[in-house]
């Protein structure tokens, strides 16, 4: 009812309206020119709008609304239409809108929002917000047009205003009127008014005009305005983000969108830096999947970020004058919003990468295309770390993947993390929890490469952020340590020292994090506790004492663990007081006061008490006490302490020596022991009356004694002396020596020629007389005397005079000789544990149990006469496997009882003989040493002369080669064993561990031109030995134990060269230098003036060089280490494509060639047979073409070997025996595999001429694959069938992925190839499926393991063919036929006895189908498992084998 009451009243109030529209009109008409300012005179317009509902009032009051928006629109519509002036009317409506609207006040009115007119209590009849007058007649279609076009007349009135009063602006509210109208009548009229607007107007119009442009327009002109846009971005740069929010907003076609896209990238570089984040956000949301990668490629081109902040030595000299009172807001605000804009875009990235899987992707993609280290920019840090910090687990993997990427291929260096961090701290500050979670990976990182640039990332983590961050690094990183797994371990510790070094006092406040380690030390080496401990100490008592807080429990737990009867726990002690003490006593020269009071009163009490308190805990334990003494030794060769400590530690170090270890000779030495006591090894003779000796047999048999003896009775409270304290203790003292007379050891020179007090070594040649403490106490008194020598040179190696140089060198001839000696009493000691040297390893227990080991062995090792010591000690090369077969070779011509008795190794006893210096090694430098003596008494001069011989040089060499694996080969991963392993595999290493791998290098490269004459020289020895003999290795002017010594020192020269070479920090930008002198020296062995020459010569040159000693190798091993050496130098020269075709032939060379020990036999042996392999693959790396010299190999080589008797070899390859063949076979069998994976991908484009190069190197692949296959009836061996069935399947499965796409493209025009080549690999899979029922039938565990997965390839193959033959519309030519399992000689196996009969039909319609052009595929289809649908297990009979091959072979 009260509708029907509203509208009757609305309708009548129109039809009188209507009445006196007539008699308005005309006055309207007459006054439309003048601004209508009475009420009398209204014009039509304000009495339709009032009788629609509307009351306009005059001044700020809003015109009232009395009824709904819809039922006003409607009136006005009607009283429009039901005018009898219509048409007419509606410019008269417009009129008098246009006459209403020229006063600002009541135009501004018509343009806010009217009010809701109240009568008494009913507020039902309207909606609480209604549109404005202006809006509401917008939405009338038939006034629209005039509307708009009389607003857009009056805008430019008010453009130049300010925003009037109440902060309004004219413009902007004209514009919001056109905004979302329900239609616009003619859209296209009004983009073409808005842009001649744009055109005009000043920018702050020009921006909302722009900016609306989306909600005012219809979707059909999007695509005009968008051009125009695209133009005005062009011309005007203070456009761009109202235009680029307007074009993200526009329904654009993707031409379009691109097109804005590349004109948007053009202009990116001039772009103001508020501006950026927009232009940014709108490339990546104008982004498809189809163009991601090219357009993100191009904007990480032109994102210039380094370019947007503030160079640092501006930032620097801002930060100083701002210290200085200086006003410089601007300058720092300006700074500040240049951090603010870089932010936003990297926000936009982020919301980017995590909507859009595609930019993701398109992002990691360009970051990896870039090859070069010059050309990486620091958006790519950021955006790998916004990557990460995304939920997208496929993201953070991504990131994580590129990162160690580019770091191991050396393309991200330290100095971009460095930038990164400097410049954009407060930038990356949000993401520090993914460069948390990514340093964490790399340290975890078992590549040796990338762990580093881990550490570097945690360092700047702590330099660049807050405390928050600091306690999270430090965090980690403690985790790292407590971790266990030791390279993790080691370096988190190097970056907390590095930490505590660069900031000690921000490190403090987290000394209980690191203090919590100390729970966790069971898990650490000794040389992890001693950074730990000299991390901790320089915390609680470094100079300024900033951790004093940690000091009580630092004393506390070096008490407790010094009075642990465990030696693991009394190790710990020992090294962390020791370290302790070298923070409490350190030199302390930066300090301010007087030189005279360095060190306080009560700092030096602390120190001697706890030195007195070390001295006294390990007095009890030879081992404790010799740690002690090492220690100590440690700490004075590594830091500087202050004057006192170390004159106080020199001063009872020398006297507590003399004491223990030195005598005065007498005439006769009394007391009764084991073995007669002698003076030996007395370098001093004219010193004979008065002189010292060294106490060593009596010290030993009384420690003997005092064991036998403590087991009966209680602890004595004498001081022992043990002969195990004599090296450590020398050691000590001879550098204490060296730091107070700086390097001088004039006080102690008496002790490198003095003699020892041992016993006539005549003894050990009757050893298997003595009983088991005999033999044991010669082999401990043996072990002793070594490890002495071994101190004393490295005690005086570096001295000048021509005199120690040549006592030095005697000693070494002392060691070589008596390390024979103690191979021969090892080999008649069997079980015998010697005693310990290295006092810092896991136990001294755990050590000692697994020499005993090699004395049961001792066939596999050898016996080297002079020198000793085996080749290197568990070194995967098989270098050193010929010496052994050699000498075993040799060994049956001489003395054949003692060889093999005395055939110990000392290569396992390496942990028990002291470690030397790396300062021994300068004396391969050494030449010829001679001097003269006068001789008092007959006044006649005598000439002294000594040489470093064969077995010396070998000795050095052994030495340095076990030094070089251990600290520059790349450790391949530093994964802890589930189950610990045998001795720690840095034991005997602990000095070499102290220096930097580049310092290891930098030495070797000194020694190099000594290196290199050793080379040559062994090069000349063997020249004149071949000339000697004719050119025949085994000639009789051939010394089998000389030739033997000569070889290995050959052999361990090449693989030391080789081992310096193969450095990785060689290809670090540092170290080009030291890489470039290396060279210089090996080609200037050859050519002069080297200097002027770039690398590439150089390496050519150096290549040349080494290429020169090709004709001289003594056995397989050596000649393999030659191949090695110019296969690394010419791949470290950047150019190993150049040297390819050389090595390849060098390689061709050694293995045509008969190797020959010297008694004349061939070699033979795991050892020659590892060499042998190494060689062959070197070889089939670097040949031209992989394929002919697999077939080159099998087909022509292993024919004539089979055609050869049983002992002798192929012709064209002598290294092909059969005792080598199944070397042969395996490298073959991989290689050929390899190089079909190599063959490139076919893709339907190629041209046919591609198709038929691909399908040429496939059909050669699978020749050499069908001859290989086919050598199993010859040689079927188990180990050479488990290789065939092995490499088979992967062969195989290469052919289903790479060759059979081709053939599905290449089927149509190159019918005959294909089939052919099926034809061909049919009867190889025949043949593998023979092999499957041969292994079933032997139930070979070995070979029934690769059966199931090689019967699914042979199936997937038969199925394959089948969709091949479909594809190409030929699927009439495949059938299947039943095949029967044969074993590999034909026989059928009996299981499938029943079905004899129908077999037979089959295989002979299948032989008889063979000569079709179908008949690939049948062939193939018989050669599948008996897993088809028809559960027949198919074969083919030998005899349609053999039928086969014939065919193939026509």
Same mark, same amino acid.
């Given at each position: 009812?009260?509708?029907k ?5 609305a309708?009548k ?8 529209k007539?008699?308005?009109? &005309? ?6 020119k ?9 014009s039509?317009?304000?009495?339709f ?7 306009l009032?005059?001044?700020v ?9 819809v #039922?006003f ?18 410019q008269?409506?417009?009129t008098?809108l246009?006459a209403y609207?020229?006063?600002d006040?009541r135009f501004?009115?018509?343009?806010l929002?009217c009010?809701?007119q109240?009568?008494?209590?009913d507020?039902s ?6 549109e404005?007058?202006?809006?509401m ?12 076009n009389?607003?857009?007349e ?5 453009m ?10 004219i ?9 979302w ?9 009004l983009?073409?008014k808005?842009?001649?607007l744009v055109s ?11 900016t609306?442009l989306p909600?005012? =327009? ?14 005005i971005?062009k011309?005007?740069t203070?456009?761009t983000?109202? #235009?680029l ?7 654009l ?19 103001q830096?508020?501006?950026l984040p927009?232009?940014v956000?709108f ?6 999947a189809?163009?991601?990668n090219?357009?993100?490629c ?5 994102l210039?970020l380094?370019? *947007?902040v ?8 801002q930060?100083?004058?701002k210290s200085?009172?200086?006003a ?9 919003s240049?951090q603010?804009?870089?932010t936003?875009?990297?926000?936009c ?5 995590r909507f ?17 280290m ?7 840090l950021?955006v790998l770390f916004?990557?990460h910090?995304t ?9 994580e ?6 770091v ?8 971009l993390?460095q930038?990164?961090?400097?410049d954009?701290?407060?930038?990356i500050?949000g ?6 979670a ?14 580093p640039?881990?550490g570097?990332m945690?360092?700047?983590s702590?330099?660049?952020?807050d ?8 965090g980690?990183?403690?985790t790292?340590v ?5 390279g ?15 900031k ?6 987290y000394?209980?994090f690191?203090k919590?380690?100390?729970?966790y ?6 040389q ?8 901790l100490s320089?915390l ?7 951790g004093?807080h940690?000091?009580?429990?630092m004393?506390i737990v070096?008490?407790k663990?010094?009075?642990s009867?465990v030696?693991k726990?009394r190790?710990?002690g ?13 030199c302390?020269?930066k300090g ?12 030096f009490?602390?120190?001697t008490g706890l030195?007195?308190?070390?001295k006294?805990?390990?007095?009890s334990s030879?081992?404790?006490?010799a740690l002690y ?5 440690n ?7 202050d004057p006192q400590?170390q ?14 270890f030195?005598?005065?000779?007498g005439?006769?030495?009394?007391g009764?022991?084991?073995f007669p006591?002698?003076?030996m090894?007395n ?5 004979s009356?008065?002189g ?14 005092n064991?036998?003896?403590q ?18 203790f020398? &050691?000590l003292?001879?550098? *204490?020596?060296e ?5 001088d050891?004039d ?7 003095c003699?020892l ?7 050990v040649?009757?050893v ?5 403490v ?5 082999c401990t ?14 005690a005086?190696?570096?001295?000048k005079?021509?005199?120690m140089?040549?006592k030095?060198m005697t000693?070494?001839?002392n ?7 103690l ?25 000692a ?9 001792s ?16 070194s995967s ?10 000498t ?7 003395e ?5 008795r005395?055939g110990?190794?000392l290569a396992?006893?390496?942990l028990f003989?002291?470690?030397?210096d790396?300062?021994? =090694?300068s004396?391969?430098?050494?030449g010829?040493?001679s001097r ?12 002294e002369?000594v ?10 060499l052994?030495?340095? =080669?076990h030094?070089l694996?251990f600290s ?6 530093k994964r802890?064993?589930?189950l ?5 595999k840095?034991?005997?290493?602990s ?10 290098v930098?030495c ?10 050793h080379?040559e ?7 004149t030995?071949l000339?000697?003999?004719n ?6 002017a ?5 030739h033997?010594?000569?070889s ?8 030391v060269l080789?081992?310096?070479?193969s450095?990785?920090g ?25 200097a002027?020459l770039s ?5 050519k040159?150096?290549?040349?060089y080494?290429l020169?000693?090709?004709?001289t190798?003594p056995?397989?091993?050596t ?10 130098v010419?791949e470290k ?6 040297y390819?075709e ?9 293995l045509?060639?008969v ?7 061939r070699?033979r ?7 042998l392999?190494? =060689? ?15 077939e ?6 292993i024919p004539?070997?089979i055609n050869?008797?049983?002992d ?7 290294t092909?025996s059969?005792q080598?063949?199944l #070397? ?16 490139p991908?076919?893709k339907?484009?190629?041209s046919?001429?591609t198709?038929?190069e ?11 694959f069908?001859i ?11 180990l ?10 992967l062969?195989?499965?290469s ?5 059979m796409?081709?053939?599905d ?8 190839d294909v089939?052919?080549?099926?034809k061909t ?5 025949r043949?593998l499926h ?7 039938i032997h ?13 699914k390839s042979?199936e997937?193959? #038969? ?7 479909a594809l190409?519309?030929c699927?009439e ?6 095949l029967?399992?044969r074993?590999?000689?034909g ?7 029943s079905q004899?009969?129908?077999d037979?039909?089959d295989?002979e319609?299948?032989?008889l189908?063979?000569?079709l052009p179908?008949?690939?595929s049948d062939?193939e289809?018989?050669d ?10 198919e ?8 039928d ?7």
């Amino acid at each position: 009812m009260m509708r029907k009451k509203r509208r009757s009243s609305a309708e009548k109030g129109e039809g009188a309206s209507t009445t006196s529209k007539a008699k308005k009109s &005309r006055s309207t008409g007459r006054q439309s020119k003048e601004p209508v300012s009475e009420e009398t005179n209204e014009s039509v317009f304000v009495v339709f709008v009032r009788e629609a509902g509307v009351t306009l009032k005059q001044g700020v009051t809003s015109n009232e609304i009395a009824v709904d928006q819809v #039922v006003f629109q409607r009136r006005i519509q009607q009283q429009l239409r039901k005018s009898p002036r219509y048409p007419g009317i509606i410019q008269e409506f417009i009129t008098g809108l246009e006459a209403y609207i020229e006063n600002d006040d009541r135009f501004r009115n018509c343009l806010l929002p009217c009010v809701p007119q109240l009568s008494e209590g009913d507020t039902s009849s309207v909606n609480s917000f209604q549109e404005s007058l202006l809006r509401m007649l917008l939405g009338i279609e038939m006034l629209q047009t005039l509307i708009i076009n009389s607003l857009l007349e009056k805008l430019p009135e008010f453009m130049l205003d300010s925003a009037s009063d109440g902060g309004l602006s004219i413009p902007r509210m004209i514009i919001n009127q056109l905004k979302w109208l329900d239609r616009v009548v003619d859209s296209k009229e009004l983009a073409v008014k808005l842009m001649e607007l744009v055109s005009a107007a000043p920018v702050e119009v020009q921006r909302d005009i722009i900016t609306s442009l989306p909600e005012i =327009l219809e979707d059909s002109q999007h695509n005009d305005v968008a051009k125009e846009l695209n133009s005005i971005l062009k011309e005007n740069t203070q456009l761009t983000v109202p #235009v680029l929010d307007a074009l993200s907003s526009l329904n654009l076609t993707s031409s379009l969108l691109s097109e804005v896209r590349v004109s948007v990238m053009a202009m990116l570089a001039a772009v103001q830096l508020e501006d950026l984040p927009v232009v940014v956000k709108f490339i990546l949301h104008s982004v498809s999947a189809s163009d991601a990668n090219e357009v993100l490629c191009s904007l990480r081109k032109k994102l210039e970020l380094e370019q *947007c902040v503030l160079p640092p030595v501006l930032q620097a000299s801002q930060s100083r004058m701002k210290s200085k009172g200086a006003a410089l807001s601007g300058s720092t605000a300006a700074a500040a919003s240049s951090q603010d804009s870089i932010t936003l875009v990297l926000d936009c990235i982020k919301s980017a990468v995590r909507f859009q899987k595609s930019i993701s992707e398109a992002w990691l993609k360009a970051i990896e295309s870039v090859d070069q280290m010059e050309d990486h920019k620091i958006i790519d840090l950021l955006v790998l770390f916004i990557l990460h910090s995304t939920n997208a687990n496929q993201s953070r993997r991504g990131a994580e993947r590129v990162l160690k990427l580019k770091v191991r291929s050396g393309l991200f260096q330290e100095a971009l993390l460095q930038k990164t961090f400097r410049d954009y701290s407060q930038v990356i500050r949000g993401y520090f929890p993914s460069i948390l979670a990514l340093a964490q990976s790399l340290l975890r990182s078992p590549d040796p490469c990338i762990v580093p640039f881990g550490g570097h990332m945690y360092r700047l983590s702590f330099t660049a952020f807050d405390s928050y961050c600091h306690q999270e690094v430090v965090g980690s990183l403690v985790t790292h340590v407590c971790s266990g797994v030791g390279g993790e371990v080691d370096v988190a510790l190097e970056l907390l020292c590095g930490l505590v070094t660069e900031k000690p006092l921000e490190m403090a406040l987290y000394a209980v994090f690191v203090k919590g380690i100390l729970d966790y030390m069971d898990n650490l080496t000794p040389q992890q506790i001693r950074r730990l401990f000299h991390l901790l100490s320089r915390l609680a008592f470094g100079q300024q004492q900033q951790g004093s807080h940690i000091q009580d429990d630092m004393h506390i737990v070096i008490r407790k663990q010094l009075s642990s009867t465990v030696y693991k726990y009394r190790r710990i002690g020992i090294i962390g007081a020791v370290m302790i003490v070298g923070s409490l006593g350190a030199c302390r020269q930066k300090g301010k006061e007087s030189q005279g009071a360095s060190l306080s009163e009560e700092k030096f009490k602390q120190v001697t008490g706890l030195l007195d308190l070390l001295k006294s805990s390990s007095e009890s334990s030879p081992e404790a006490a010799a740690l002690y003494y090492d220690e100590l030794a440690n700490l004075i060769w590594s830091s500087t302490l202050d004057p006192q400590v170390q004159d106080m530690i020199g001063k009872s170090v020398l006297d507590d020596f003399q004491d223990d270890f030195v005598v005065d000779l007498g005439p006769d030495i009394t007391g009764s022991f084991p073995f007669p006591p002698h003076v030996m090894y007395n370098l001093d003779e004219d010193e004979s009356q008065g002189g010292i000796a060294i106490n060593l047999l009596p010290l030993l048999a009384k420690d003997v004694q005092n064991k036998g003896e403590q087991q009966t009775q209680t602890k004595k409270t004498q001081r022992r002396v043990s002969p195990l304290c004599l090296s450590p203790f020398f &050691r000590l003292l001879r550098l *204490c020596e060296e730091k107070q007379h700086e390097g001088d050891l004039d006080e102690i020179d008496a002790l490198l020629g003095c003699p020892l007090i041992l016993t006539d070594m005549d003894v050990v040649e009757k050893v298997e007389s003595l009983s088991k403490v005999e033999r044991e106490f010669l082999c401990t008194l043996l072990f002793h005397t070594i490890n002495w020598f071994r101190e004393v040179v490295n005690a005086f190696c570096k001295q000048k005079e021509t005199e120690m140089k040549m006592k030095v060198m005697t000693r070494l001839q002392n060691i070589t000789y008596l390390q024979t000696l103690l191979e021969r009493a090892l080999a008649g000691t069997p079980g015998y544990v010697p005693p310990v040297c290295n006092f810092d390893g896991e136990s001294t227990e755990g050590i000692a149990v697994n020499p005993a080991v090699p004395a049961s062995k001792s066939k596999k090792g050898k016996k080297r006469k002079a020198a000793g010591k085996n080749s290197t000690e568990g070194s995967s090369q098989p270098e050193e496997a010929t010496e052994a077969d050699e000498t075993q070779q040799e060994v049956p011509e001489k003395e054949k009882d003692k060889e093999i008795r005395s055939g110990v190794s000392l290569a396992a006893y390496r942990l028990f003989f002291r470690e030397l210096d790396m300062e021994v =090694l300068s004396v391969l430098q050494c030449g010829l040493l001679s001097r003269s003596l006068l001789d008092s008494e007959l006044h006649t001069k005598v000439r002294e002369e000594v040489l470093l011989g064969p077995a010396e040089l070998v000795f050095l060499l052994e030495d340095m =080669l076990h030094k070089l694996e251990f600290s520059l080969a790349a450790a391949p991963a530093k994964r802890a064993p589930f189950l610990k392993g045998r001795a720690d595999k840095s034991v005997g290493f602990s000095h070499l561990q102290q220096r930097s791998s580049k310092d290891i290098v930098s030495c070797c490269v000194q020694l190099l031109p000594a290196l290199c004459t050793h080379l040559e020289n062994c090069h000349n020895h063997f020249q004149t030995l071949l000339s000697e003999n004719n050119g025949v290795v085994d000639g009789p002017a051939t010394d089998p134990q000389e030739h033997q010594l000569m070889s290995s020192g050959y052999q361990l020269l090449l693989q030391v060269l080789n081992t310096i070479f193969s450095w990785s920090g060689f290809s670090q930008p540092g170290q080009r230098v030291l890489w470039k002198k290396s060279l210089e020296i090996l080609a200037g062995r050859i050519k002069e003036a080297v200097a002027e020459l770039s690398l590439e010569q150089l390496v050519k040159h150096s290549f040349e060089y080494l290429l020169n000693f090709r004709s001289t190798m003594p056995n397989l091993s050596t000649a393999l280490c030659l191949s090695q050496l110019l296969s690394t130098v010419s791949e470290k020269g950047g150019s190993p494509a150049a040297y390819r075709e050389q090595t390849a032939s060098l390689a061709q060379h050694f293995l045509s060639q008969v190797w020959v020990t010297a008694s004349g036999e061939r070699e033979r042996g795991n050892k020659f047979n590892e060499a042998l392999h190494a =060689l062959l693959s070197i070889y089939m790396e670097h040949v031209d073409d992989v394929l002919k010299a697999v077939e080159e190999i099998a087909g022509k080589g292993i024919p004539e070997l089979i055609n050869a008797g049983k002992d002798e070899s192929s012709a064209s390859w002598p290294t092909l025996s059969r005792q080598t063949f199944l #070397v042969f076979y395996k490298v073959l069998m991989a290689e050929l595999d390899k190089a079909a994976r190599k063959i490139p991908a076919s893709k339907i484009s190629d041209s046919t001429e591609t198709q038929s190069e691909k399908l040429l190197a496939w059909n050669l692949a699978v020749r050499d694959f069908h001859i290989l296959v086919n050598l199993v009836k010859v040689f079927d061996s188990r180990l050479v069938l488990n290789v065939c069935l092995k490499y088979g399947r992967l062969f195989l499965e290469s052919f289903l992925k790479l060759g059979m796409p081709l053939l599905d493209y290449s089927f149509k025009k190159h019918k005959e190839d294909v089939q052919s080549l099926l034809k061909t690999f049919q009867l190889s899979t025949r043949q593998l499926h023979h092999m499957c029922g041969h292994s079933k039938i032997h139930q070979d565990t070995n070979l029934t393991n690769h059966v199931p997965a090689l019967k699914k390839s042979l199936e997937l193959f #038969v199925y394959r063919v089948k969709a091949m033959l479909a594809l190409n519309n030929c699927q009439e030519a495949f059938w299947l036929g039943n095949l029967k399992n044969r074993n590999l000689k034909g026989e059928e196996i009996l299981s499938q006895k029943s079905q004899d009969s129908d077999d037979d039909d089959d295989e002979e319609e299948e032989s008889l189908a063979l000569p079709l052009p179908q008949e690939p595929s049948d062939d193939e289809e018989s050669d599948s498992e008996g897993t088809k649908k028809t559960k027949v297990a198919e074969e083919m009979d030998e005899d349609d084998i053999t039928d086969d091959s014939e065919l193939h072979s026509d």
